[in-house]
């Protein structure tokens, strides 16, 4: 009999988070797909494009939401336990609501970890794609920064032509190792610039150790400096900062790769707060399973269920915020960016489990 229980609130519960996502996902269709008509409008391409990137795009939103979507499905899944009786007849075969709680938690808690290794790697891989096709199809693009295996790429459009900018890492306001190639408005190379060590904490590079080889009626003439100054449009803290949004990076290359990030040039503090806003994922799932017991199991009665959909909509709202306002205090440096991801985490689950323990006494 317990099996057959256990079986009847997972099948459940399953099929309530379908339901949850599919509807989500759906929603994210019809808005995403308005942007993306829109970013098209102009160019000679079928509605299939479109409606391709989005159907890309939205997993990796679905993923960000995911907690909420726990939340929604656990409370929708338990009211119906409540109103169809099923919540009582569990009680009476002897699952206490600590019990039934329990199952749920630990199911959310075991998927949240499927999701983490066998999901993300997937969203992040649709996202690169989105991203990369859509950059192909943008013609606004003057300015590109990019960040791969063979080290910093700077593209920048000069009122004189264009200058690209290559070096091997990116580290505490300095660049290593830095080509400057500056291009008159046909492309042709007009001057070459080597610098061993550039400092970068502003606008003004200081390049040290520097090299220059200009380029005139095809002849080439070489000068040395030991330091010089150039003015580019982007400092650290602007190229780093173009660089925290990890849509790209899945939980796996930052377990695996962590090092060969850093050395690439990924700002230590964004790498730190994204594993570990991955490595919360899992409690975040359990806890907001537990918030949802709490909010439901609290009484056999049957109930209006537009009331609970209101306190629903208000504690998500509440949450949501709550995680913003920790990611701020991270980002102000009033405390760690890694304890930012925690913080809704600890709070969130010391209210449920003063609140588990009441809803056990029922």
């Known amino acids: 009999m317990n099996k057959i229980l256990f079986k009847y609130l997972l099948s459940g519960f399953f099929k309530t988070i379908f339901k949850v996502i599919l509807i989500f996902y759906c929603f994210g269709i019809i808005l995403n797909l308005f942007e993306e008509i829109e970013f098209f409008k102009n160019l000679d391409k079928s509605i299939i494009l479109p409606l391709t990137l989005t159907a890309l795009y939205i997993p990796s939103m679905i993923v960000k939401l995911i907690p909420f979507i726990f939340f929604i499905s656990s409370m929708w899944f338990l009211l119906q336990l409540r109103n169809s009786r099923d919540l009582l007849a569990l009680k009476v075969f002897g699952y206490s609501n600590f019990r039934i709680f329990l199952t749920l938690a630990l199911t959310s808690f075991t998927l949240g970890w499927l999701i983490l290794v066998a999901i993300n790697p997937i969203t992040s891989v649709m996202v690169k794609y989105y991203e990369q096709t859509k950059s192909t199809y943008s013609r606004d693009i003057d300015h590109l920064v990019s960040i791969n295996k063979n080290g910093l790429w700077i593209k920048e459009n000069l009122d004189n032509g264009f200058r690209i900018i ?64 150039i003015f580019s449009k982007y400092d650290y803290e602007q190229i780093t900062s173009l660089f925290k949004n990890f849509d790209t990076m899945s939980f796996l290359d930052l377990v695996l790769d962590y090092k060969k990030l850093q050395n690439k040039g990924y700002n230590k503090a964004y790498l730190d707060q994204s594993l570990n806003s991955m490595l919360s994922l899992p409690f975040f799932l359990f806890i907001m399973t537990a918030l949802a017991s709490i909010l439901t199991m609290n009484t056999l009665k049957k109930s209006n269920n537009f009331m609970f959909i209101v306190v629903g909509i208000i504690a998500c709202v509440g949450i949501f915020y709550f995680k913003d306002l920790s990611l701020a205090l991270g980002q102000t440096n009033r405390i760690s960016l890694s304890l930012s991801a925690w913080v809704p985490v600890f709070t969130i689950g010391l209210f449920s489990a003063i609140g588990i323990l009441q809803i056990n006494e029922k």
Do not use: H, M, P, Q
């Open 166 to 229: 290559s070096a091997d890492k990116t580290r505490n306001n300095f660049l290593t190792n830095v080509f400057i190639f500056n291009l008159d408005e046909n492309y042709v190379l007009k001057e070459k610039i080597y610098s061993e060590k550039a400092d970068i904490s502003n606008k003004n590079w200081a390049l040290n150790n520097v090299r220059v080889v200009s380029f005139e009626e095809g002849l080439a003439k070489e000068t040395i400096s030991s330091d010089i100054k």
